[in-house]
């Protein structure tokens, strides 16, 4: 059916800039949004971002507020994190997810989150 591909992740220095996107191939509602989550090693899930496909509305984590930005073009099925100021606590394996709107808004503010559809994960390491 659909699949999300995470692509951008890498290796950079704090205070670099880092884009990851998350392609959806396959038919996927307007009524889903798209979340970002991370994982990082030894910790739990935890939620950092998502964004509605129908209206645009975002939220962000307390942790990454002022340094990432959530975007999404709708005609190419990708949605982007733009990560700036990263910081060597954003190092984790990021996921891209999806699910309605009222479920996905409930699991990116919790850890461990049960969701639809998941991406293979993309990892990102910040230095110091």
């Known amino acids: 059916e659909v699949q ?15 884009r990851l996107s998350c392609l959806a191939s396959g038919l996927i509602s307007d ?4 979340g970002w989550f991370r994982q990082a090693p ?3 899930r ?4 998502c964004i509605s496909r129908d209206d645009g509305s975002t939220y962000y984590a307390d942790s990454v ?3 990432f930005t959530i975007s999404s ?3 190419k099925n990708t949605v ?11 190092t984790a394996v990021y996921y891209c997810a999806a699910d309605i709107g009222p479920v996905m808004r409930y699991f990116v503010t919790t850890k461990n989150p049960i969701l639809e559809l998941w991406g293979q994960g993309t990892l ?3 230095s110091s």
């Open 4 to 18: 999300l591909v995470e692509s951008g992740g890498g290796l950079v220095q704090a205070g670099g800039s880092l």
């Open 31 to 34: 009524r889903y949004a798209i």
């Open 42 to 44: 030894g910790k739990e």
């Open 46 to 49: 935890e939620g950092v971002s």
């Open 65 to 67: 507020k002022g340094r």
């Open 73 to 75: 073009d709708n005609d």
């Open 80 to 90: 982007y994190l733009q990560m700036n100021d990263l910081k060597p606590e954003d």
């Open 124 to 126: 990102v390491t910040v």
